[in-house]
Each structure stands twice: as structure tokens, then as C-alpha cells.
């Protein structure tokens, strides 16, 4: 027997728009993905945007809707206030933002979540939070990281999430490869697995007298004029000297260091974290595929919106 559409869930972020017809017991019925993140939506009518993405699917009743992401930032649609952290499934459920939509749909937005670190700085994440809800079962425990442009790294507690810390990872690699100097010596971006090691082995233990990243960042430059790296996997060390400062970071941040990490991200990019963990003895496992979707379901179970 067929289940029955209970949710329509959306994924919606700066670049790309994913969205779930999802049932009770979380499975996917049909899904779809557009290149059409926020930043993509013409003249910011995300209403039409919404319409067009989910009318094929209006047909099959009045379902309630559920998005989370960048849609709900000062960019997006309508500004959803942060929920403060420790944030579990109640804490994000009693703030969704409702939002009138011309189809008639009744959506609610997840508000992401916020704190303040231990400098007094605040850290704020949009998207992740249903990533990680949906991952971690209530009163799961554990240490994840949701690596891409701006890594975030999450300590979960009792099936919430406790505390967080993000790192500019992915746009930092970007900005360097593209626009500094770094990039003028490489001549490719194929995976080189033994550059990329390298990187990640000389970024793990910053020590007194020799310097940290800023310094060593450099070597992606020395080491291409002394032929010491080749040209076409240069990309693949400075890829791997990044993440390999970020796990250098986040574990000092963690302070206790995790025996095992959970990865949730894009394929190849999770397997580069797969295998920088691994070089520091730290075991991985990877993420359940539509943890997105799961975490919005769930959200969405809390609030009352499906039975």
C-alpha cells in the first residue's frame, strides 16, 4: 500500500531549492531540486518561486508546508528570529514563522539557531539545524560536522543541539585558489590523494617556532616554485592544508577529542573529511541520505502540523 502525502518540506538555500513530498513514517514520495536559491529567485518573489515549485503537488490536498534555510534569513522571504541554543525539536517548533502564501498553502519557517561562544561573539547557522534533528534519533549524543563553505561543527546532546561552531572553510579555499597568488602555479583540480594528505598532515599540529595557518598557507606557493608539489595537485594540498587546519581548530574547540565524527555533506566533499579525520586516527560515519528532509518532517511532527 502506497503511504499517504502528509508534508510538503523545502530545503531552500542561497543557491539551490530542494523540496520533499514526505509521508508520516518519513519516507520521500517525489522530491525535486532547481537551481533556484534566494539569490536566484527573480525580483525576490519567492511566492512564485514556491507556487511554481510545489503546484503539481497542491492537488493532492491541502497539505501543510515547512521550509528551512536561507529563506527564512534577512534576504530571504521573511526574517525568522533565531531560536537560541540549546535547540532541540520543541525549541524550533514553538518558533516557526508562519507566511502567507497566494496558492492558499499554510507555510511555516524554521528559525535557524543562534548562540554566543565563549568570546562573546555570536554564531548563527540557517539550514544546518534540520540537517541535524533529522541525523540524530531524541536523546542521541554525539559530534557532527556539516562541511561546505562555511563548515559547521556540532556537539549534540540528548538529541539536541548543544553548541556549535562554524568555519570559513570552503569560501577561504575559494577565495585563495581564485584570487591570490596561490593559484597561479595550478594547473588542475583532480583529486590528488597524496597532496591532499600532505596538506592535511601539515596543518595538524601547529607548534611554537614554527607557525600556523597564516604561515603555512604559504607553502602552497613555495612548494609548487621548488617542484616539491606538481602543479596539478597543488589545488589538492591547499584543499587538504584547509580542512586540515578547520579539524585542527575544531578539536581544540571540542577540547575532548571526538572518537568518532559524524560527516553530513555532499559526497565528495564528505570523503575528503572522511579521509583528513582519518589521518588524525578519528573514525567517521556518514550521514543518512534527506537528513534535511527528516529534520523538517520531525519539526514539523512537533508542531502539531502532521499527526
Partial sequence: MTASPSLIALDWGTTSLRAYLLARDESVLARLERPQGILNVPDRNFDAAFAEAVGGWIGRGMLPAIASGMIGSRQGWREAPYADCPAGLDALAKALLPVETTNGVALRIVPGVALVDADGVPD??????????????????????????????????????????????????????????????????????????????????????????????????????????????????????????????????????????????????????????????????????????????????AAGLVA
Avoid: C, N
Fill in 124 to 301: 548563527v547557522m540557517r539550514g544546518e539545524e534540520t540537517q541535524i534533528l533529522g541525523q540524530f534519533a531524541a536523546g542521541e549524543s554525539g559530534v557532527a560536522v556539516l562541511p561546505g563553505t562555511h563548515s559547521k561543527w556540532v556537539l549534540v546532546e540528548q538529541g539536541r543541539i548543544g553548541r556549535f561552531a562554524t568555519f570559513m572553510t570552503g569560501e577561504a579555499f575559494a577565495a585563495l585558489k581564485g584570487h591570490t597568488i596561490l593559484g597561479r602555479l595550478m594547473t588542475g583540480d583532480a583529486l590528488d590523494g597524496d597532496a591532499f594528505g600532505r596538506g592535511v598532515d601539515h596543518a595538524a599540529h601547529p607548534q611554537a617556532g614554527r607557525g600556523g595557518l597564516l604561515h603555512r598557507i604559504f607553502s602552497a606557493r613555495t612548494l609548487g616554485l621548488f617542484d616539491r608539489v606538481k602543479g596539478d595537485a597543488l589545488h589538492s594540498y591547499l584543499s587538504g592544508l584547509m580542512i586540515g587546519a578547520e579539524i585542527a581548530e575544531a578539536l581544540a574547540w571540542l577540547v575532548q577529542s571526538p572518537t568518532r565524527v559524524t560527516v553530513i555533506g555532499a559526497p565528495e566533499l564528505s570523503a575528503l573529511y572522511v579521509s583528513a579525520l582519518a589521518r588524525r586516527g578519528i573514525a567517521s560515519t556518514l550521514g543518512l541520505p534527506d537528513a534535511a528532509a527528516r529534520g523538517l518532517l520531525r519539526i514539523a511532527r
